[in-house]
């Protein structure tokens, strides 16, 4: 009479176990240049007793990792290109603004190298831009309507001047972290996605 096969699952279970974390040490040394994982975990514990605090692995920051970029959400432009939202000036001042939108801050500044990048007015843009104050004070009212820009009051300066800055909204075009845009912007478009169009756009960051 043949006897059954009995299956020890809870054996079956470790072993299981077992090869996945052979795997899991084999992957960190091939990521490590060949340094078992139990080397790396006893240096950081010899490290954290002599200097008496916690010792993680760190990276140096790449020379790319300064890098300033500004990008475009390509399938919110295109989707907002068949729509025929922007009209072909609006399309040349988002392209041409590119250099200027500060990291983080998606703010029109004068240069996205500072430290502390200020602001452009609408004149200083124009300036920059090597085009009339007329043409700049169009385009940008035109985009604050679509939701696409949005100025916000910074205080008064002499003369009771009121100074101003240009956002410009990163479902469009964002420099910075896209997993986790600033608060600031969120809460400054946020309504904007409740517009005709907009609440449409394929991809939302928040």
């Known amino acids: 009479m043949k006897k059954n096969n009995v299956v020890d699952f809870d054996q079956a ?4 176990r077992k ?5 899991e040490k084999l992957q960190y040394a091939l990521d490590h240049s060949g340094v078992p994982l139990e080397n790396v975990e006893s240096a950081l514990e010899l490290l954290s007793k002599a200097t008496g605090k916690d010792v993680y692995i760190g990276t140096k920051r790449s020379r790319q990792s300064k890098v300033r970029f500004a990008q475009f959400l390509q ?14 000036e609006e399309k040349v001042f ?24 200020l602001p452009l007015t609408q ?16 385009v940008v009212n035109s985009l604050i309507k679509k939701g696409v820009l949005a100025k916000a009051e910074s ?15 990163p479902n469009i ?7 986790k845009p600033n608060e600031t912007l969120v809460a400054m478009f946020k309504k904007t996605l409740r517009m005709p ?10």
């Open 94 to 117: 988002l392209t041409d603004i590119q250099p200027r939108i500060g990291i983080n801050s998606n703010a029109i500044v004068d240069d996205i190298n500072k430290r502390s990048p």
């Open 75 to 88: 399938n919110n432009w295109e989707y907002l290109r068949q729509k025929g939202y922007f009209t072909s």
């Open 123 to 138: 004149r200083e843009l124009a300036k920059v831009l090597g085009t009339s104050e007329t043409k700049i004070s169009r």
């Open 173 to 179: 075009i964002i420099s910075g972290e896209k997993e």
């Open 13 to 16: 279970e470790k072993n299981a």
């Open 197 to 206: 169009i907009l609440k449409d756009l394929p991809e939302k960051l928040f």
């Open 19 to 23: 090869r996945d974390f052979d795997l």
């Open 155 to 169: 205080g008064v300066e002499g003369n009771n001047v009121k100074a101003y800055a240009i956002f410009i909204n």
